[in-house]
């Protein structure tokens, strides 16, 4: 129990020292139940020494998926308050959960927030392209789908609290947890908030491999929030 003790002095914070046993996702969940908890903290899955090697690659993931309560992969000791918040959205209502919750936590009222959607380009390899029209018209696509995508963002935050936040529409240009990854560290993001589609197929099959990468790669704090919608429980 000595390194859970070591919270305290570290951090700040009061801490509860608890031993559980049992497969790691079930026991953690188990016990944030008991405790009817508001948030579930995690280290980051990359090897470390100390919290985070206690938390084998995956089991962030996995957690996100089921929990019923906000999970933040924490990547590191925190230095202070967060100061620069980064919410990504695909229009769904696991997106409005993360919106609601940077509200909710009142994490807006620490920083700056910025609010960016990714879409989908067809079209990438024709902007390479050595025609000169060709390109033209890529581009051309590419704005027009832009334009398209700062309306849907707008229509989608017209129901949100979100105030004046920064709007980003960008084309994906790898893969959308790279070209979000991307835009965040741009802006110099310390928080990374993105909604969870919980435990239903569909949204394990569109946004699964998403939340993956980005609980895989993201250098700073991950909140993943989960579906306020039943629908998508």
């Given at each position: 129990?000595?390194?859970?003790?070591?919270?305290?002095?570290q951090?700040?914070v009061?801490?509860?020292?608890?031993?559980?046993t049992?497969?790691?996702?079930?026991?953690?969940?188990?016990?944030?139940?008991a405790?009817?908890?508001?948030?579930?903290?995690?280290?980051?899955?990359?090897?470390?020494?100390?919290?985070r090697?206690?938390?084998p690659?995956?089991?962030?993931?996995?957690?996100?998926?089921?929990?019923h309560?906000?999970?933040l992969?924490?990547?590191?000791?925190?230095?202070?308050?967060?100061?620069?918040?980064?919410?990504?959205?695909?229009?769904?209502?696991?997106?409005?959960?993360?919106?609601?919750a940077i509200?909710?936590l009142?994490l807006?009222?620490?920083?700056?927030?910025?609010?960016?959607?990714v879409?989908?380009s067809?079209?990438?390899a024709l902007?390479?392209?050595?025609?000169t029209s060709?390109?033209?018209?890529?581009?051309?696509?590419?704005?027009?789908?832009?334009?398209?995508s700062?309306?849907?963002?707008?229509?989608?935050?017209?129901?949100?609290?979100?105030?004046?936040?920064?709007?980003?529409?960008?084309?994906?240009?790898?893969t959308?947890a790279a070209?979000?990854?991307?835009?965040?560290?741009g802006a110099?993001t310390?928080?990374?908030?993105?909604?969870?589609?919980?435990?239903?197929?569909l949204?394990?099959?569109?946004?699964?491999?998403?939340?993956?990468?980005?609980?895989?790669?993201?250098?700073?704090?991950?909140?993943?929030?989960?579906?306020?919608d039943?629908?998508?429980?």
């Amino acid at each position: 129990a000595a390194p859970g003790l070591q919270v305290q002095p570290q951090v700040g914070v009061a801490a509860q020292v608890r031993l559980e046993t049992g497969a790691p996702r079930r026991a953690l969940l188990a016990a944030a139940d008991a405790l009817d908890a508001d948030l579930l903290v995690v280290g980051a899955p990359r090897p470390a020494a100390g919290l985070r090697a206690a938390f084998p690659s995956g089991t962030a993931e996995r957690l996100a998926r089921v929990a019923h309560r906000p999970v933040l992969v924490a990547a590191g000791v925190p230095a202070g308050p967060y100061e620069r918040i980064f919410v990504a959205t695909d229009f769904s209502g696991a997106s409005g959960s993360a919106v609601r919750a940077i509200r909710q936590l009142g994490l807006d009222r620490l920083g700056s927030v910025t609010v960016a959607h990714v879409f989908e380009s067809a079209l990438p390899a024709l902007r390479e392209s050595a025609d000169t029209s060709i390109r033209d018209q890529a581009e051309a696509w590419i704005e027009t789908e832009r334009a398209r995508s700062a309306v849907r963002l707008e229509d989608f935050l017209g129901s949100e609290p979100a105030g004046d936040w920064h709007r980003v529409v960008e084309p994906n240009t790898s893969t959308p947890a790279a070209t979000l990854l991307g835009i965040a560290a741009g802006a110099g993001t310390e928080l990374i908030v993105i909604g969870s589609h919980g435990r239903s197929r569909l949204g394990r099959h569109l946004a699964g491999s998403v939340l993956a990468d980005l609980v895989r790669a993201a250098s700073v704090d991950l909140l993943i929030v989960p579906s306020s919608d039943p629908g998508v429980a």
